[in-house]
């Protein structure tokens, strides 16, 4: 790589660095915005807090100097009135602090909320193409491990920052303004503790983010193979996920030892630089005291304010430390919350009130990748109520087609209209209404048969729930379960099998009762019975609607009305069944080859 292109790379780095920071700032002043009045209240409550506990060893200072004398001399009032107030305080600093503590907690816990409900509903609301891209694993991460991130800096770090750099404003001031010789003392051993804790933000910034690095891939990695984990028994990976996963893990251990020997390093010199302070205020300081020129008591008070001063400087490497983890991991999120929808919502939504199901691509084109079209230029119309078979060999371009009409997502050119209404334009959940889409995975959700159902139609009845399952032929098997239609799936339907699964699916779409139905590969989990017992379903389903049926199976598409033949993302025949097979086409090779098949 040549220098220039080098510093070309460096640039861009920088600046993805710099727009990335700017997104957090955005993003945690967005959710700090709403919170002023408790802000404030935090605020006020922090300094008064501060104030209290700094003003102790000034009144040590005047007890043993002033207070003290006049008790020998017989005068109580002094030392009454400076332990009244010094416990006032007392009291006064702790209650501060215990409800700046509470207040801050609210705040904390009101932005996490805020904060989990905008990842969830952004990870919801974007589009397929997003989620076929980003894994699942990654998406997890933001709202596990990142999220905890943040959490541990705003529970914790940051009440804890925020006191701890006042104690050491106010500490340095009153030292100050007692004694300005010790105060200088303070000063200068400011300035190492002051390069110590700088080269400790350096490295601790690289490292800390390793570790956020290395985590999340470690993250992805257990979700991904307990997700895929019939596919790792199957094909016997055990070894080589474990192998991988090991190496992942040895890298994370690595990146926190790397972070936790640099605080081995920070942490001991923060504590000498602190002692040494200590003792050469104290010989200053105890010089002074034999030649006169300063108080026992002013002595003791300016040795308080410097030994506390250095307890927030060890608190403030510490925060850094959270502070880099959790800054790492809002720049994560504020870029998944900065993702747009490439299927984006109509600015003036145009409604569907009652739909036909009439489908017409003009012109369309689409393309995964800009230039490299999987559909070439289409013009094809579905009239409403037609039952429409896509075959093809894989990856000729039917899934891509369905994905289209249900709006997964969106034509690259060209219009696709549903009852002449652009489904770009069209209201969303008209749309999503309108068009239903049964897949191959037939997923189930936590939860009972019931729920899974009313998924197509939340408001229905029981008595429509069971007329659904009826039609599909899925009634019998649901009520011989433990608890019936009240019976619970668990996740991913653990209780069902695969083709119980895919019925359940056929009974879901069933209630939705859409005016468009697209079967994608929907019968490929049963087996001859079971296919032959939801055929009867099937046909009831597919009646009075436009369905588009896509399968390699032949007998699911018997019935189809029409057949569209795909190659390569072109329609190359399109008639019906008989038709086509009448013909010498690829579909009656096809079909010749099926029926063979069955003898």
């Keep these: 790589m040549s220098a220039t292109a080098t510093e070309d790379h460096v640039d861009l780095d920088r600046a993805q660095h710099l727009e990335a920071r700017g997104r957090s700032r955005a993003l945690l002043g967005s959710l700090l915005r709403p919170h002023k009045a408790r802000l404030t209240l935090g605020a006020a409550l922090v300094i008064v807090s501060t104030a209290g506990q700094v003003a102790g060893p000034a009144l040590v200072a005047i007890a043993i100097d002033r207070a003290l004398p006049a008790l020998v001399d017989g005068d109580r009032t002094p030392i009454l009135t400076i332990g009244t107030l010094y416990v006032l305080l007392a009291i006064v600093a702790g209650v501060t602090y215990a409800a700046y503590v509470r207040t801050a907690a609210r705040i904390s816990q009101a932005v996490l909320l805020d904060l989990r409900r905008r990842v969830f509903a952004q990870t919801q ?49 009153s030292l100050f303004a007692l004694d300005w010789q010790t105060g200088l003392v303070l000063f200068v051993a400011v300035v190492p503790a002051a390069m110590l804790t700088r080269w400790y933000q350096k490295r601790s910034a690289r490292y800390y983010r390793g570790t956020r690095t290395t985590s999340a891939r470690l993250i992805v990695s257990f979700v991904e193979t307990m997700t895929g984990m019939r596919a790792v028994q199957a094909f016997r990976r055990e070894k080589a996920n474990e192998k991988a996963y090991g190496d992942l893990a040895e890298e994370y251990r690595q990146a926190n030892t790397r972070a936790f020997l640099l605080n081995g390093t920070f942490d001991p010199g923060l504590v000498l630089i602190g002692n040494v302070t200590l003792t050469v205020a104290l010989l200053v300081g105890g010089l002074r005291v034999l030649d006169g020129s300063v108080e026992v008591g002013v002595l003791l008070a300016a040795l308080l304010y410097t030994k506390r001063f250095f307890g927030p400087v060890h608190q403030l490497g510490v925060f850094y430390n959270a502070f880099q983890s959790a800054s790492a991991a809002l720049e994560k999120i504020s870029g ?264």
């Design 336 to 599: 998944l919350l900065a993702e747009e929808t490439t299927v984006a919502p109509p600015a003036h939504p145009v409604p569907l009130p009652s739909p036909r199901g009439e489908l017409r691509f003009d012109g369309v084109e689409f393309a995964y990748v800009p230039g490299r079209p999987v559909l070439p230029r289409t013009d094809l119309t579905i009239p409403a109520g037609q039952t429409v078979a896509l075959v093809g060999a894989t990856g000729a371009g039917k899934s891509t087609l369905a994905k289209l009409v249900t709006r997964f997502y969106d034509v690259s050119t060209g219009r696709l209209t549903i009852d002449g209404v652009d489904v770009r334009e069209a209201d969303p959940t008209d749309l999503r209404r309108a068009v239903v889409m049964v897949t191959q995975e037939a997923y189930l959700f936590s939860g009972t048969v019931r729920e899974n159902i009313l998924i197509g139609r939340p408001d229905a009845s029981f008595e429509d729930v069971e007329a659904a399952a009826r039609a599909v032929g899925a009634h019998e098997f649901v009520t011989a379960m433990p608890d019936g239609y009240d019976t619970d799936v668990n996740k991913r339907g653990g209780r069902v099998s695969a083709g119980q699964r895919q019925l359940l699916s056929f009974a879901r779409a069933f209630l939705a009762d859409p005016a468009v139905l697209v079967l994608d590969e929907a019968t490929s989990s049963l087996d001859i019975p079971g296919e032959r017992l939801v055929q009867h379903g099937l046909r009831t389903l597919l009646a009075d609607r436009t369905a588009i049926i896509i399968a390699h199976r032949l007998s699911t598409v018997a019935d189809a009305d029409r057949v569209l033949v795909m190659e390569h993302g072109r329609v190359v025949e399109d008639g019906t069944p008989a038709e086509l097979i009448a013909g010498d086409g690829h579909y009656a090779s096809l079909h010749r080859a099926w029926r063979d098949s069955l003898v």
């Design 125 to 173: 609301r974007l589009s397929l193409e997003f989620h076929e891209r980003y894994t699942s694993g990654r998406v997890i991460s933001r709202q596990t491990s990142d999220l905890e991130a943040l959490r541990e800096l705003l529970d914790s770090g940051l009440t804890g920052i925020v006191s701890g750099v006042l104690l050491m404003l106010f500490t340095g001031i």
